[in-house]
């Protein structure tokens, strides 16, 4: 019972250009979301979040776009690099430190 | 300051077998937590530890369990491996047990059952 999801499990964009990353949820209770890149043979790490109360966040070339009465939130990256090629998970809380998180987005960036 | 670390990084076992995990988190995070990572799944949370406390688990079976030492230093174990275990094994570390907190990832131990 996935309650949230990446549906595209792949993303190539040329470099300079708009990479929009997508995560959809079920659960109208989520407060809260997040978005952590991992590099290959590295843990996750926290790029940025933003709290059900707004609807945009906004930290350098990374914006994170929320819509709650669609349960979706989009990750933009302009201008894109290939130092963003990685996977891209979208989370949600749960309990405690408790998180669920999306299957992920592979994104490369084509120099 | 020192990230999260996790040991051993790689790891053979075969089916039957038991496999202990360690992490030792970041210095001053009490909290830390336990994902499994496969293809096409997605981090999996397994377990949270809050000093010395489970303080929330998983959907996994019992075989797979875990503990908190004084010092924060968490291992989780899984007996009697099945193939299905293989995976990456992700410790996240943070300040509190809160969920707007930070999660703070080790580099993870990649199990192979065979």
């Known amino acids: 019972d996935q309650q949230v999801k990446q549906n595209s499990p792949s993303l190539s964009v040329q470099e300079g250009r708009i990479s929009i990353l997508n995560c959809d949820y079920t659960n109208s209770m989520f407060d809260y979301f997040l978005w952590y890149k991992k590099y290959p043979a590295e843990g996750p790490t926290f790029l940025i979040s933003i709290s059900s109360i707004k609807d945009k966040n906004e930290d350098g070339r990374f914006t994170v776009f929320l819509n709650k009465s669609a349960k979706h939130l989009s990750l933009h990256i302009v201008p894109s690099q290939p130092g963003d090629s990685a996977v891209y998970f979208c989370?949600?809380?749960?309990?405690?430190?408790?998180?669920?998180f999306g299957t992920g987005t592979s994104l490369t960036v084509i120099p | 300051k020192a990230g999260v670390t996790q040991t051993p990084r790689y790891l053979i076992k075969t089916r039957g077998q038991q496999v202990t995990l360690s992490c030792s988190p970041i210095s001053g995070h009490r909290s830390v937590s336990w994902y499994q990572q496969t293809p096409g799944q997605g981090l999996q949370f397994l377990f949270e530890?809050?000093?010395?406390?489970?303080?929330n688990k998983g959907n996994f079976p019992g075989r797979f369990s875990g503990r908190q030492f004084s010092n924060s230093r968490s291992e989780m174990n899984v007996s009697t491996l099945e193939l299905g275990d293989s995976a990456l094994y992700l410790c996240a570390s943070s300040l509190v047990s809160r969920h707007t907190g930070e999660l703070f990832f080790g580099e993870g131990s990649r199990l192979t059952v065979l």
């Open positions: 530890y809050f000093s010395e406390t489970q303080r």
């Open positions: 989370a949600a809380p749960g309990t405690g430190n408790q998180f669920y």
